[in-house]
């Protein structure tokens, strides 16, 4: 499971031998999900506080993006006259891109250095270990029912960001910059296509976003040397890498969704 | 105290170890370390820092595998078992850790009642009998619904011993349960572990230092050192037997043959002054 048993000074093998020990540690979760089953209700804990916690940040910060992409285009648009398109340009910004890839920037900064200051402690005041003794296997009993929440509140949190960003581009278009709201929601619901934005875009990338970053999470819990500056580095990581995926994992997935 | 009238267990020896071999970082912690733990007494187990007494433990427990040996508990092979066996052998295996290890999202009842929730498909009604009697027993029923940061070093040591205790193991195994402890603390946890001994049978592993403590309830030492077993016997006798590795631990002398210098190149090489020497 560690990966710092390479050893090698090269950041490039360091950076491979972990991505490598992170798929292994992917297949001993995936083996230990029935298990989990029996753990329901931590599971369910785990989705409150993975999803439902994590919902004014989301809803703010959808809020927040709809407006100023709205206040952009509006300007952009007024160029050449095709201001009308603006609530449709906002939407397919949003679905496609923004909502899944800001989403998933948002899930990681709060709710995964969240589950991986929490493993990290865990293992640094031996209650990992203690699980152990008392025969509970911690894959099953901890990353499993974190995992999979994070799987299940990805999407979800991804629909109400761009439900807010929506109606934050609403705000500032029909009601502050007077776009008619008929036309608003008539290009909209033209050109918003069921599989290739909601389908694909919205709830496909979500669902793809959340296991990365919350498998990152959870994998550099486990993975964390059992100190305070263990921790501290765990949780960095857990940005950086999952803000890393997100992106690239976001470029490779439009290439083929397209 | 009265013979138990069931039949005596075939073998007295609930834990053998022998030739347990094990290298970390380089290091040899264990070199063919052979040990015996009598069923039903109070076994301590000394030595100084680093000499792998918690590592031992962890060993007896499969949590970590020896490079070579072999540790029979209750006559299974640790090391073979499979890991549905391993957790099932570990029911019957209470550890008291150190740090306590309290779940800090619990509170004390529920911290009790964890390996019962795992394990078991009792009724609520019974759990929570179940669990009110383990807290009577350490004298923190009072404290079931205060959480792990709101407990004292002592208490929370008392509820790790509570949650050891709470499936009736035939071992428990005690990683240093009186550091950090005040007096009157440390006589509670000394007089705990020396009731469950006497009332339930139960098989001790306790790994400490204080031999004044050790002297109270242990019936058997030993003195671990060099990867072996250097000596042992009566926690009251012991410092006497006149072997250089007791008087050194006994006696608390900074060197000996566990020597105050951790092994390291020729100082006057490290300096630079090695070639001025004839």
């Not at chain 1, 270990?129 to 999407?155: Q, S, W």
């Not at chain 1, 909209?188 to 496909?204: C, F, P």
């Amino acid at each position: 499971m560690n990966a710092r048993r390479w050893g090698g000074s090269n950041v490039v093998t360091q950076t491979l031998a972990q991505i490598g020990a992170c798929g292994l540690f992917l297949l001993t979760l995936l083996a230990a999900v029935p298990r989990s089953f029996q753990y329901f209700r931590e599971t369910s804990r785990q989705l409150w506080f993975v999803g439902a916690m994590s919902l004014t940040i989301i809803m703010v910060c959808g809020l927040f993006v709809g407006m100023v992409l709205m206040l952009q285009l509006y300007h952009v648009l007024s160029i050449f006259g095709g201001t009308s398109a603006s609530g449709m340009v906002v939407a397919l910004s949003v679905y496609r891109e923004l909502g899944p890839v800001v989403t998933a920037l948002l899930f990681a900064g709060r709710a995964g250095t969240a589950i991986t200051a929490e493993i990290g402690l865990m293992r640094a005041t031996d209650q990992i270990a203690a699980m152990e003794m008392m025969a509970v296997d911690p894959i099953a009993y901890v990353a499993t029912p974190r995992f999979l929440a994070g799987v299940v509140a990805m999407p979800l949190l991804c629909c109400v960001f761009c439900a807010m960003a929506v109606f934050g581009g609403h705000l500032v278009g029909v009601t502050w910059l007077g776009i008619d709201n008929g036309t608003f929601w008539s290009n909209m619901t033209a050109q918003v296509d069921l599989r290739t934005d909601i389908i694909n875009g919205v709830l496909l990338k979500s669902l793809a976003f959340g296991a990365v970053v919350t498998l990152i999470a959870v994998y550099q819990g486990f993975a964390t040397a059992a100190t305070s500056e263990g921790v501290a580095h765990a949780t960095t990581r857990t940005v950086v890498a999952s803000s890393i995926a997100i992106l690239a994992l976001d470029f490779v997935l439009t290439a083929f969704l397209m | 105290m009265t013979e138990p009238v069931s039949t005596p267990p075939a073998d007295d020896t609930l834990v053998r170890i022998r030739g347990l071999t094990t290298v970390l970082g380089g290091r040899a912690v264990f070199d063919g370390l052979d040990m015996d733990i009598p069923r039903g007494r109070i076994t301590a187990i000394m030595g100084a820092s680093g000499t792998g007494k918690t590592t031992l433990l962890k060993h007896i427990t499969g949590h970590m595998r020896a490079d070579a040996g072999q540790i029979l508990l209750d006559g299974e092979n640790v090391a073979e078992l499979p890991r549905e066996q391993l957790y099932e052998l570990r029911e019957g295996i209470g550890y008291l850790f150190q740090n306590s290890a309290l779940l800090t999202d619990y509170d004390v009842f529920e911290n009790v009642a964890f390996p019962l929730r795992r394990h078991t498909r009792l009724p609520e009604v019974l759990i929570r009998n179940v669990v009110l009697m383990k807290l009577q027993a350490v004298g923190l029923r009072g404290a079931a619904r205060l959480m792990p940061s709101e407990l004292s070093g002592g208490m929370a040591r008392r509820v790790a011993l509570a949650r050891a205790i709470v499936f009736d193991p035939m071992l428990i195994l005690y990683d240093e349960p009186f550091v950090g402890l005040d007096p009157v603390a440390l006589n509670q946890i000394l007089l705990l572990i020396a009731t469950l001994n006497r009332t339930l049978g139960i098989t001790s592993v306790l790994v400490a230092h204080e031999l004044s403590a050790v002297r109270e309830i242990a019936d058997h030492v030993q003195l671990l050192a060099n990867g072996k077993v250097v000596a042992q016997g009566d926690p009251k006798t012991i410092a006497d037997d006149g072997s250089p590795w007791t008087r050194q631990f006994f006696g608390g002398e900074a060197d000996g043959p566990v020597p105050f210098q951790y092994p390291a190149v020729d100082f006057a090489t490290e300096l630079g002054f090695a070639g001025a020497r004839p």
